[in-house]
């Protein structure tokens, strides 16, 4: 069984175009996160949902909104795609209670045109 | 500002020579956790520490709170340790926000 899945695997769009992320944990962990690698592989923080509420929003562009329905969903919604936004994204689930420790899904590989 | 420091960015080992990884932060944390990134992409979480040392087969780590530092040490390496690794710290504060390293590039050969 996956820990934590990502769908789409890959994504390419054109510029403008709106594009969802759905991540799923089956861990029974109470934290997701998004995370953004770019070209240069340098991974960042960009959300981080507790039990459904945000807890971390680091310097992210509007047009990004994460969206956690349940403890083990947190997904992505990128409106108005930009060149720039094209890089792997990573979801990550962890509990909070305990020593985290990271799960990360398999990431997903958006491309913009 | 919480920074995280590895270098160098990449580094050659021959097969079965023993490898060391290092990785420096700035600020307090409650744990430093290494991370290896193979080439198809996927990120594995290899160790969480917070004090001394942790051991998990050919892979040892170590880390210094009063230096605020940590190694990663390899035994033994294969080509098939070729990877990107990747050390992050979770800091101090009520969430468990990590803050990554660059990372460095692990090429072994046979």
């Known amino acids: 069984d996956t820990a934590v899945s990502q769908t789409p695997k890959y994504l390419v769009t054109q510029m403008g175009n709106d594009k969802s992320i759905k991540c799923e944990q089956n861990?029974?962990?109470?934290?997701m996160y998004w995370y953004k690698q770019d070209s240069k592989k340098f991974l960042k923080i960009m959300f981080s949902?507790?039990?459904?509420?945000?807890?971390i929003n680091e310097t992210v562009p509007n047009r990004f909104s994460p969206k956690s329905p349940d403890k083990a969903h947190l997904n992505l919604h990128i409106n108005s795609l930009e060149l720039g936004d094209s890089a792997v994204y990573f979801c990550a689930s962890s509990h909070r209670d305990s020593k985290p420790s990271q799960y990360f899904g398999p990431g997903t590989r958006l491309l913009v045109l | 500002k919480n920074e995280v420091e590895q270098s160098p960015q990449n580094l050659t080992a021959q097969e079965g020579e023993f490898i060391t990884i290092n990785c420096s932060y700035s600020?307090?944390?409650?744990?430093l956790h290494w991370l290896q990134q193979h080439p198809g992409g996927g990120i594995v979480s290899l160790f969480m520490?917070?004090?001394g040392k942790k051991k998990h087969g050919r892979l040892i780590a170590t880390i210094n709170i009063q230096e605020k530092h940590s190694s990663l040490h390899i035994t033994a390496s294969h080509p098939r340790d070729s990877a990107v690794y990747i050390c992050?710290?979770?800091?101090?504060?009520?969430?468990?926000?990590?803050?990554f390293g660059k990372g460095i590039t692990l090429s072994v050969r046979p």
């Open positions: 992050a710290d979770n800091n101090t504060g009520a969430n468990s926000k990590l803050t």
């Open positions: 600020v307090g944390i409650s744990a």
């Open positions: 520490l917070s004090s």
């Open positions: 861990l029974g962990h109470d934290t």
């Open positions: 949902y507790n039990n459904k509420e945000l807890i």
